[in-house]
């Protein structure tokens, strides 16, 4: 008996799990990060948040205190929450909201779980005025890692990117607006959708606003104007800020652009000279980014001057690593990068621009090779070094991309089950009204109203016809159909759960009732055999995707369109996942809170 206690004790790892306690103090205050000063939401006198960190396996318990002046929940996004669905932080649907004043504990397991993660608001879109930070699990030492691909077996530069891991460097990309959501959102309900402009990016809480010249904004928009043109017939052009303008179809009920102050078309952009975020290489052969969407509108096309990008872990997964210069990030998406800094000299841009069609806009962060100092490097001119321009377009088509399409697991026994599912959910995503998005026929959550009812999770009656799923019980495999009928890109994203993405077109919907008969049919959009593992995803204009999942997760869990606008107005739903078994677990201190 001791004998096998001993072969035990040496067959467990060396570390042992333990609880990571934060405390996330909510204020808020009045800031110009990008030289317009603005009412901001910060955690900790920080924006963004502080980072939560974690070994695979740890606890992590996160006292939120809400000194703002409304109601606040936190999701841990990419956080499966298994068996405290509670801990979701999604209001009305799996806690009360945390009013002004009151505080909330997050206790959750990270077991089961390794790499990028964020949270953030999950009430309204606050998130977008500022609570949301990055949460980071360091793998166990078991896990397979992809960095010998990489190194071509280097094992002096395997080294190196095992020890980056631990404290991989922020790269956390953000959209900064001029109004606070809850004005955008008032005249979303007054006038119909406003403009969705930014007035740019932050990179990790950093940027300045530049005002490119109108020729330089209408040549990296051009493919913009003519897909406007394809779907609406109207011809558009772009204002100061790059800011398309879609009033003639966007719903503004006789208001003009100036008067709903869309940020380019009131007043003139006016450059600024904040400081843009810097990165010193010191020497190191190699850096490794942690690379988060946290923005709240636009999807990014992200490239370094003159670098390689290597895609290592995406929705902390690790991948079959691909070596590219260009990468899309969606908005919720996380990317865990190796770049090559092997340079003796100079200064690159690591760029991000928007790919949306509202809007050509781009920040810049630095990598330099140069002695840390406090002047910002001054921009130069587009050379051959460069890959993408401001609205994202890849310069050269012969150069390598990351394609999300071809990015399975490293590990290859992540892979989804075969055969026909027991449940399949039809999602279909519009725009149906002035201000509305669905995403059923007919279907759209309404969650400004849901956010103060008594929680999805535990209430006595169903609210809301886009609450499916009643018969999922566990075990059973779900396929999630998804048709985009609308002429925008939709990141959706589940909660609870990492998905398969078994199908996938950028020009047709899927055309079958269910994967069975997709399957029967040899339908050639299906990939059951190597699929992308995430837990968001791009829904394109027009297409269509297919996700699926094993039920092995009991609650009332969100499925949404990432984009806060669209979630505001309707585009999201629940799905309940064998809610019974779960609801004698949920302590008393939730349930009364
Ligand atoms: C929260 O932050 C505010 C502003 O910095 C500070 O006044 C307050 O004492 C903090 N509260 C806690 C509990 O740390
Ligand atoms: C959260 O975790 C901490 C640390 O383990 C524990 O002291 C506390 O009681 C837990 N709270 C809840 C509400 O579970
Ligand atoms: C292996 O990697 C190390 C660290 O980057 C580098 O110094 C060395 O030159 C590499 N060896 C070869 C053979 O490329
Ligand atoms: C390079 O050195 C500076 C100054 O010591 C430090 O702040 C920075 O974090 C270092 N960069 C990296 C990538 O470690
Ligand atoms: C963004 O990048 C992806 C992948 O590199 C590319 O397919 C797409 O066309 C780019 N989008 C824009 C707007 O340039
Ligand atoms: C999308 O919604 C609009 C507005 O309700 C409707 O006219 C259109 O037919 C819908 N599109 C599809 C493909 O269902
Ligand atoms: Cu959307």
Known sequence: MAKYLLLLFLALPVYSAVVREYVLNLTSSYQAPNGFYREIFLINDQYPG????????????????????????????????RGTPW???????????????????????????????????????????????????????????PYDVV????????????????????LYVMDSTKLLTDAIYQRGIKYGIDPACILGFLINGKGRVTCPSSETIAAAG????????????????????????????????????????????????????TDREIFYVNGSDWMMFNVINMGGEFEVNMSIDGHDIWVLQVDGIFIQPSKVKQMYAAIGSRYLIAVPTQKNSGVFAIR???????????????????????????????????????????????????????????????????GPAQHTIHFTLNRTGEVEFSVMDGGALMLPDMELMTPQLWAQDIHGTTTVGAGIKLGDVVDLIIDNRYFLPHPMHLHGHTFWVISESSSSS??????????????????????????????????????????????AWMFHCHVNIHLMFG???????????????IPESIIDF
């Open 222 to 273: 051009a493919g913009r104007v003519a897909a406007y043109q394809r779907t609406t017939g109207v011809v558009s052009k772009f204002d100061s800020l790059g800011c398309l303008d879609i009033s003639p179809t966007n719903g503004f009920r006789g208001i003009d652009n100036a008067a709903l102050e869309a940020p380019g078309f009131s007043t003139p952009c006016q450059a600024t000279t």
């Open 571 to 585: 585009m999201g739903a629940v799905i309940l996942e064998d809610r019974e078994t779960i609801i004698p677990n």
């Open 510 to 555: 899927f055309g079958y009732p269910t994967v069975e008969a997709a399957i029967a049919d040899g339908a050639s959009s299906l990939n059951l055999v190597n699929p992308p593992y995430r837990d968001v995803y791009t829904a394109p204009p027009r297409g269509h995707l297919v996700f699926r999942y094993v039920a092995d997760n009991a609650g």
């Open 50 to 81: 502080p980072l939560i960190e974690a070994d695979e396996g740890d606890t992590i318990s996160a006292t939120v205190i809400n000194n703002l002046q409304v109601p606040m929940a936190i999701h841990f996004h990419g956080i499966h929450q």
């Open 352 to 418: 991000f621009a928007g790919t949306e069609l509202a809007q050509v806009t781009e920040q810049i962060a630095w990598l330099s090779y140069d002695e840390p100092t406090s002047v910002q490097p001054e921009d130069y001119a587009i050379t051959a070094d460069v890959y993408q321009d401001i609205g994202g377009n890849l310069l050269n088509p012969e150069l390598p991309v990351f394609i999300d399409r071809t990015s399975a697991p490293y590990d290859e026994r992540v892979k989804p089950p075969q």
């Open 87 to 145: 801990m979701d932080g999604a209001p009305g649907i799996s806690q009360r909201p945390i009013f002004p004043g009151e505080s909330f504990v997050y206790n959750f397991t990270t077991a089961g779980q390794y790499g990028s993660y964020w949270y953030h608001a999950h009430f309204r879109s606050y998130y977008q005025d500022g609570i949301r930070g990055p949460v980071y699990i360091r793998p166990a030492p078991d896990r397979p890692r």
């Open 151 to 170: 190194t071509e077996g280097n094992a002096t530069a395997t080294e190196i990117l095992k020890a980056l891991e631990s404290n991989p460097t922020p």
